[in-house]
């Protein structure tokens, strides 16, 4: 009698279902979506972190910080140099227009740091001098020298800040606002560079700043 050989046709149910390729239930796609959610979800996480605390960025629309920033330039400011340490004289800062912020609006500027808290300020024929100083400021990077006006006297009070831009012919700043001081809590961050278009390192070398 001849013995019985396993054919296909034999072959028992238990070897058949061994043989059998894994039915395809969809996990795995779930689990790469779930994965990508996660990656974004963290990126979101770290990018508020940083824009919220770390770093500080703006637009300049307008030529009130020629020749330094020029209008479209964008530019990178530091939150944490005024978290832990203190504006200085001649620092460039991002900062809460005071005019609008009365209105409910919280609009961004970039000016540059003149009047710090206590001090005087007096702009006499395009000059500004400090504290009753008769030597006005050595300004090297402004645009142009300004056109002369009537002179001006203000005196900053305690925790708050002067602000003029580069281009004092063309800049909306302490001198003609409703509001002329800017409060300790309203500077933003420290600009230290424009990242576009191209990159250059903003921070003032001029150390001739009467303090």
């Known amino acids: 009698m001849r013995s019985e050989q396993n054919t296909p046709e034999n ?3 238990g070897d058949h279902t061994s043989r059998k390729k894994p039915e395809p239930n969809g996990n795995g796609f779930w689990k790469e979506l779930l994965s990508w959610v996660e990656m974004l979800l963290c990126a979101a996480a770290i990018a508020f972190f940083l824009n919220h605390f770390i770093i500080a960025n703006s637009t300049v629309p307008t ?5 330094t920033i020029l209008p479209g330039d964008r530019v ?3 939150r944490l140099t005024y978290t832990f340490g203190e504006p200085e004289r001649g620092d460039i800062a991002i900062f809460v ?6 209105k409910g609006i919280r609009t961004y500027y970039v000016k540059r740091i003149m009047g710090m ?7 006499v024929n395009g000059k500004v001098y400090l504290n009753g100083s008769d030597t ?3 300004e090297p990077y402004i645009a142009e020298d300004m056109m002369e006006e009537a002179p001006m006297h203000f005196t900053v009070p305690e925790g708050s ?3 003029l831009g580069d281009n004092r012919n063309y800049s909306n700043d302490s001198r003609r ?6 409060k300790r809590d309203k500077l933003i961050g420290k600009v230290y560079f424009r990242y576009f278009p191209g990159v250059e390192w903003l921070i003032d070398k001029n150390e001739d700043y009467a303090h």
């Open 117 to 123: 808290p206590g001090d005087t300020v007096d702009i």
């Open 76 to 78: 990178m400011g530091l």
């Open 11 to 13: 072959v028992t149910d």
């Open 63 to 67: 030529g009130s910080m020629e020749n």
């Open 97 to 102: 227009y005071p005019d609008d912020e009365e």
């Open 136 to 138: 006005p400021l050595n």
């Open 161 to 163: 800040y002067f602000m």
């Open 177 to 182: 606002w409703k509001n002329k001081f800017v």
